[in-house]
Every structure is written in structure tokens, then in C-alpha cells.
């Protein structure tokens, strides 16, 4: 019984980083970005009430919102973040910026950072296939109402 108690305890100990949310006729979605202390992980979290839950674990570093999220038609959300190394508050940081589109399902990511994303197999190049800030402008543009 004490060893759940521990596990649960690790889970719990958490901060909100941010989080938001919308709703719209009998649904709700919405995305969180917590960091667990006892773990030393940040985590991001996309969720809907039709059983969506996608989680992402962050790289061991101190993230910041730049910003406030930015919702683009109710169904899209913007995140403006800023990576720091854990061990030097004097560097500039990572800059990184993420749309996730809840309608279509897809995921935009602009950052010198990989993530959680898979290195280009063919040419040995980590960014080679990774969206550039140009399409990804484009793609927060046509997610913006008129």
C-alpha cells in the first residue's frame, strides 16, 4: 500500500507551467505543461473529451512561456516557450513553437531542439525534414480567422 502511495506522490508533485482550455457543444479539449519536481520532468499534454490524450516529455531543462497561448479558431492552440540548460542561467536559451491543430490532428513544432522528433534517416542531417519558421507562420496564418 505505501509503495502506490510513493508512486502516486511522484505524479502529484507537480507545477503548472500553463494550461487552457476550450469547449464547444458537448466537447472540451485543451493541452497543460507541467513540471513534475520529484521526477525532474517537464511534460506537455494535448487532450479532448472523445478520449484524446497525447503526452510529450520535455528535454531535462527549464521552460518558460514566452507568452500567453494563443488560441487560432477555437481549434488550434499556440505555444510560445523558451527552453533554458538547467546548469546555466547565462545562456540564451532554445526558442520553441508549437501548434497543435485538435480538428485535424496534427502537431507543428519550430525548433533547434529535436524533441520528440525522429532524425531524418536519409541524409544523417537531425533538421534536414523539420518545418522552417516560414512554414510554420503559414500554417499559425491559415489557423487565424479573417
Not at 79 to 90: G, I, T
Request: with cysteine; glycine share 8%.
Amino acid at each position: 500500500m505505501l509503495a502506490g502511495f510513493g508512486v502516486a506522490l511522484v505524479y502529484l508533485a507537480r507545477e503548472s507551467i500553463s494550461s487552457g482550455q476550450r469547449c464547444g457543444g458537448q466537447y472540451c479539449w485543451g493541452y497543460s505543461l507541467d513540471q513534475y519536481d520529484l521526477r525532474h520532468k517537464d511534460r506537455l499534454r494535448f487532450w479532448g473529451s472523445w478520449g484524446l490524450d497525447i503526452r510529450y516529455d520535455l528535454p531535462d531543462m527549464n521552460v518558460e512561456k514566452i507568452n500567453e497561448d494563443r488560441w487560432l479558431a477555437d481549434r488550434a492552440v499556440y505555444l510560445n516557450l523558451m527552453f533554458h540548460p538547467k546548469n546555466d542561467s547565462a545562456a540564451p536559451g532554445y526558442h520553441v513553437r508549437i501548434v497543435y491543430d485538435y480538428q485535424r490532428g496534427e502537431l507543428y513544432v519550430v525548433s533547434p531542439l529535436q524533441l520528440w522528433r525522429a532524425p531524418d534517416y536519409r541524409s544523417g542531417n537531425p533538421s534536414a525534414n523539420w518545418m522552417t519558421d516560414s512554414q510554420f507562420d503559414a500554417e499559425v496564418e491559415a489557423l487565424t480567422p479573417e
